[in-house]
Nanobody
């Protein structure tokens, strides 16, 4: 099973940007569809973005579409989430996830909590 470690979170003002990274170890991430989800205190897990194993296909939640970009560098075994125009409602712990399924299926798995692997999360705080 692949191990995942997120980094890049922090405190940013509304309108600012952050770039999250998710490094994989144990197995190559190129075999996995990857995704990001977030969870704020007292709220349900929320799917954010997904990317196919090749990076050729991506999918976003409506709430982040046009502001966030998911990408991957399989040579570095790393997946990224570029977050621009951040809003206070984007504040949450962000987790990356991996699953050996299609990138559309990982959306379902993330939403239902059935994703195969996920990291420890990185906190994103957005001040208004």
């Amino acid at each position: 099973q692949v191990q995942l470690g997120e980094s890049g979170g922090g405190l940013v003002q509304a309108g600012g940007s952050l770039r999250l990274s998710c490094a994989g170890s144990g197995r190559t991430l190129s075999r996995y569809a990857m995704g990001w989800f977030r969870q704020a205190p007292g709220k349900e897990r929320e799917f954010v973005a997904a990317i196919s194993w090749s990076g050729g296909n991506t999918y976003y939640a409506d709430s982040v579409k046009g502001r966030f970009t998911i990408s991957r560098d399989n040579a570095k075994n790393t997946v990224y989430l570029q977050m621009n125009s951040l809003k206070p409602e984007d504040a949450a712990v962000y987790y990356c996830a991996a699953d050996g399924v299609s990138f559309r299926t990982i959306v379902v798995h993330i939403t239902t909590g059935d994703v195969a692997s996920w990291g420890q999360g990185t906190q994103v705080t957005v001040s208004s």
